[in-house]
C-alpha cells in the first residue's frame, strides 16, 4: 500500500482528541515530506544526526519530537528547534535541556520517558523518580522546559495483556501527577499496539512503520 493510503487508515483508527506522532526515522525527506502534504505536522525521530540532517530540507512549521534517548553532550544541536523531548529518562538530562532552552530563550516540551517494560534494553524512569522530577518542575526549578506529560513503551511481547497491564501502570502514574497540577500528553503505543494503548487512556501515539512501511537498516 501507498505512504497515503497508510497514513489515510491511521487517521481514520485514531479518535479525534488522539495527537498522531508520524515516526519518520530511517526514511528519506521525500517520503515525509508527501506526509506533510497530507496534513500531518508533527514527526518524531530518534537520532539526533538524522534529525539534524532533515530538518533544514523541511517546511519550518513541522513540530518535531524526539523520541530516542538522548546524551546530555547532544542537546545542544537541537535545542533552538526541537519542539518536544519524549524520552527524557534523567534528572541531569532535563537540566541540560533547560540550559540549552535558556540560551535560545525559548521553552522546550518535555515527556518524562517512564520505564513499564520488563525488558532491560528500555530506558526510563523509575514511577517515584518522575514524580520528583515533575514536582521539582513544579516548584520552579526548570524554567526553560516545560513538562507536559509522560511517555512509556510496552514490553515487544505478543502478550496482550502484559502489554495492557504496563499501559495502565503508567496511566495509573498518569493520573497521580495529573492530581499535582494537569498534565497534557500520555504518549503510548507504536504501530502494533497503538489499539490498546488509547483503550488504556493514550492520547498521543507514535506510529513509524504502519504509515511509512518497514525500516531498512542496512543502509
Ligand atoms: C521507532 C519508534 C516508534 C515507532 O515504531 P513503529 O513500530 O514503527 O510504529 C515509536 N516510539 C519509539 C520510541 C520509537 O523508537
Redesign the pocket.
Known sequence: MSIQENYNIIKGRLPQYVELVA?S?THPVSAIQEVYDLGQKVF?E?KVQELTEKYPLLPKDIKWHL??HLQTNKVKYIAEFIDTI??VDSEKLLREINKEAGKHNRKINILLQVKIAKEETKFGLEAGEAKIMYEKFLNGEFPNIAITGLMG?ATFTEDENQIKQEFLNLKKLFDELNQLNPLETLSMG???DFPIAIECGANSV?????IFGR?DYSK
Open positions: 515516526v526515522k518524531g530518534n523520541i530516542g519524549q524520552s513503551m507504536m504501530s502494533d507514535r506510529v513509524g512503520s504502519a525500516r
